[in-house]
């Protein structure tokens, strides 16, 4: 086995894992300049600032894994900064305070819940080694479905805005005015999931299915826990993009659409 090479590692870690790293961060970059998408600068961004997080993680992690406090207050860290990157995607610009709280509510509970009842019964073990990644699988999957549902929802609303206007004008509440008008938009945000769900096996072997097999768990286990996964994330995604979609139709997301 070549050296920086864990018993259970897919890949081989050195200067030549670095190098490719880094290329394909710069092809990234380069092809959305290129095509003028405006997310050069993002591409770069985020994977340096994953590197970092993932640095650090890995540094603290055997420490937060061993305190139900710490394994805590990395859930709560967790699930702020879901909410707030949910926000402001939502938003596109820095969100407000209420608007974090609310989209945190959205993104995180369930999926906290979730873990807390999986403890409750015996399923989860109440270890930060576990209750990290199942809790985080469901977070980071809501998270994602959450911003997109709420940006979608809004630039209905934008696009849209003649229909709103005379919805409003006949006299109806204008939350189901704007619900009716951006809800099938904001639905577009769980196909991701829904993919992922249905070609797991065949289009992908999930990461943390290989990584149990490759650590030593049977294929059987391996296979339960990626199923526990996915289908938790369709139970999570869901409630995030209709919680989310029925927020922007109240008017608690600014964003000058019409009736706000």
Do not use: K
Not at 41 to 47: H, N, Y
Not at 105 to 113: H, M, Q
Not at 120 to 147: D, F, H, R
């Amino acid at each position: 086995m070549n050296a920086g090479t864990g018993e259970s590692g897919l890949l081989t870690v050195g200067p030549a894992l670095a190098a490719v790293l880094v290329v394909l961060a710069l092809t990234g970059a380069a092809v959305s300049w290129l095509g003028r998408t405006g997310t050069a600068r993002a591409v770069l961004g985020a994977t340096v600032r994953a590197g970092v997080q993932l640095a650090v993680l890995g540094a603290a992690l055997s420490l937060i894994v061993r305190s139900a406090w710490f394994t805590a207050g990395f859930v709560a860290l967790m699930s702020a900064a879901a909410g707030w990157t949910a926000a402001r995607r939502i938003v596109q610009r820095r969100p407000r305070a209420r608007e974090v709280a609310l989209t945190t509510a959205v993104v995180a509970v369930p999926s906290v819940l979730l873990s807390g009842a999986l403890i409750a019964v015996g399923v989860l073990p109440p270890q930060g080694i576990a209750v990290i990644p199942v809790a985080g699988s469901g977070i980071g999957a809501a998270m994602a479905a959450a911003g997109l549902g709420g940006r979608r929802a809004q630039e209905e609303l934008r696009d849209r805005r003649g229909e709103v206007e005379a919805g409003l004008a006949l006299g109806l509440d204008p939350a189901f005015v704007r619900l009716e008008i951006c809800r099938t938009a904001a639905a577009a945000a769980l196909t991701p999931a829904l993919d992922q769900a249905r070609t797991v096996g065949l289009v992908s072997i999930p990461g943390a299915f290989a990584g149990m097999v490759l650590g030593g768990a049977s294929p059987l286990a391996a296979a339960a826990m990626q199923l526990y996964v996915l289908v938790a994330i369709l139970a999570v995604t869901p409630l995030a993009v209709v919680a989310v979609t029925a927020l922007v139709a109240r008017g608690e997301y600014r964003s000058g659409a019409p009736g706000h």
